[in-house]
Structure formats: structure tokens, C-alpha cells
């Protein structure tokens, strides 16, 4: 299998002529869609996926039941729950966890499931341990809802051969951005300075 990670949290599988690709959100990269059989996504928040995008290329898409992608209405969903095995794109995929992490107290989550494809593990947004072996970890690399010392531990919790950071677009301009308006929100008195700004 092919691994191709595209930005952020995007990740395209790729094997005898199939592609599965996971979480093609609003900071991936357009491309990492072209041929596409089908998609998974992890859950509902943006960086994860892009309803216009997918509503635009009409192939089938894999979601937690429950997610809110009310865009997606004329596109062919398929609602999945923890636990469940399907194929995908023939991919055999098992799906794992069931919420986004906490991301601050009193902040909403959402449902989030990680994806098993043939061993290899996309968690989405939790750090979910699966309970079936894991050969390649999608490890996150940065979330407002996780800490590096948590993502660590996760890693060796899970115990693959492999890990591959995922989750990675915050530590540049656009992420940023989403950085600045958290803290914004949460931190009293914050303020960004850009480079050679003064307070």
C-alpha cells in the first residue's frame, strides 16, 4: 500500500489501482482527491473535510453517524459507527473510538472515529488506542486538543512498526491563524504580535 500525506490531517491509500482517501479537508492540497474511489472522514470539523469539495467529485463517502455535514446531503454518505468493518474502496477498513477529544472545558465535541485501513491507523482527532494490532500509526503532531507529551504516549500505547506525523498544519501561517483566534477567545488579555510588532 501507498501511503501519500498531504497537508495537515489529508492522507491518500493507494494499492493495485484503488485510492481511499482520509479527511481531505479545507487545508489539503485538491490533488490528493484526483481519482479517488472513495473517502473517509474522521469527523466533522473542517480541517477534516471539505463538503463543497467532496459534493463536487460525487464519490462515496464514509462518516460517523451523527456527524453534522448537512452540505453533503446530495452526496453519497454512508453513516458508520464504532465497530463497525466495511470495505472501502476494496480496502478492508475497521472503525474505532467514537469522540473528538476534549479541546478546553465546556468547549462542544463532536463524534470522531479512527480508521483502521489494513494496518494502518488513522485516529482523526482522539487518541484512541485500537485493540487490533497497528503496523502504521498516523501519529498528530499538533491540536489544540492535545498536548506532545499525550501524542507520545499514545504513540507507545500503540506500538506500530511505523508512525507518520498527521495533524501538522497548525505550525504554519494558516494554523496560525486557527492558533491566535483560540487563544483569542480563552486567554484574557492575549494579543498577537507579528514579527517586529511591539506592545
Not at 68 to 77: G, K, N, S, T, Y
Not at 82 to 107: K, L, M, S
Not at 184 to 199: I, M
Request: hydrophobic fraction near 40%; glycine fraction near 12%; charge should be negative.
Amino acid at each position: 500500500m501507498r501511503i501519500t500525506k498531504f497537508t495537515h490531517s489529508c492522507v491518500r491509500l493507494e494499492r493495485d489501482g484503488a485510492v481511499l482517501v482520509v479527511d481531505p479537508g479545507t487545508w489539503s492540497e485538491p490533488r490528493a482527491l484526483a481519482g479517488a474511489d472513495a473517502v473517509l472522514v474522521t469527523h466533522e470539523h473542517t480541517d477534516h473535510v471539505d463538503v463543497l469539495r467532496l459534493a463536487g467529485i460525487g464519490v462515496p463517502v464514509y462518516a460517523p453517524e451523527g456527524a453534522r455535514l448537512p452540505d453533503l446531503a446530495r452526496v453519497p454518505v454512508t453513516p458508520v459507527r464504532a465497530g463497525q468493518r466495511f470495505t472501502a474502496a476494496g480496502f478492508p477498513v475497521t472503525a474505532v473510538g467514537g469522540r473528538h477529544a476534549t479541546i478546553h472545558d465546556g468547549q462542544p465535541d463532536c463524534v470522531n472515529l479512527g480508521y483502521l485501513v489494513d494496518g494502518l491507523y488513522h485516529p482523526g482527532d482522539a487518541l484512541h488506542v485500537p485493540d487490533e494490532p497497528v503496523r502504521t500509526l498516523l501519529l498528530p503532531g499538533q491540536g489544540s486538543w492535545m498536548r506532545l507529551g499525550e501524542a507520545i504516549d499514545f504513540a507507545r500505547s500503540v506500538g506500530a512498526e511505523r508512525a507518520h506525523t498527521i495533524h501538522d498544519g497548525q505550525v504554519n501561517d494558516r494554523g496560525l491563524a486557527s492558533v491566535t483566534g483560540w487563544f483569542s477567545e480563552t486567554v484574557a488579555g492575549y494579543r498577537h504580535l507579528a514579527p517586529g510588532e511591539s506592545a
